[in-house]
């Protein structure tokens, strides 16, 4: 399994906008692709600017494939494009241990 961290420090009142885009605009594209397993949004407690989008996937040539054929819609930059002064790191990990229980939020 693979991890690919999405991080986010939005603009003082921008949280709500993000979920939206994430929600109704990000997640739809990503779901579909290949190798796809689950997607979380982490917001900071202590933070309220600072979140991360974790993506879990089936293999590096996965995530690696989702990134160039998405295009921008399937894009964490395509957040960024809307949010102006949205800042978007990503980062991605094998996962080596895992103990892969479902959550119901």
């Known amino acids: 399994m693979f991890a690919q961290i999405i991080t986010m420090t939005v603009p003082p009142g921008s949280i709500e906008n993000l979920r939206t ?3 109704e605009e990000y997640l739809p594209q990503v779901i ?3 190798g796809f ?3 979380g949004l982490l917001e900071q407690v202590d933070d309220r600017n600072a979140t991360q989008l974790v993506i879990y996937w089936r293999s590096h040539q996965d995530v690696e494939s989702a990134n160039q054929t998405t295009g921008l819609a399937g894009s964490p930059y395509s957040i960024a494009a809307r949010i102006p002064g949205l800042r978007v790191q ?16």
Do not use: D
């Open 21 to 23: 885009l994430i929600t």
């Open 32 to 34: 579909n692709r290949p």
């Open 37 to 39: 397993i689950s997607a």
């Open 90 to 105: 990503r980062h991605s990990y094998i996962v080596k241990i895992s103990t892969e229980h479902a959550l119901q939020l």
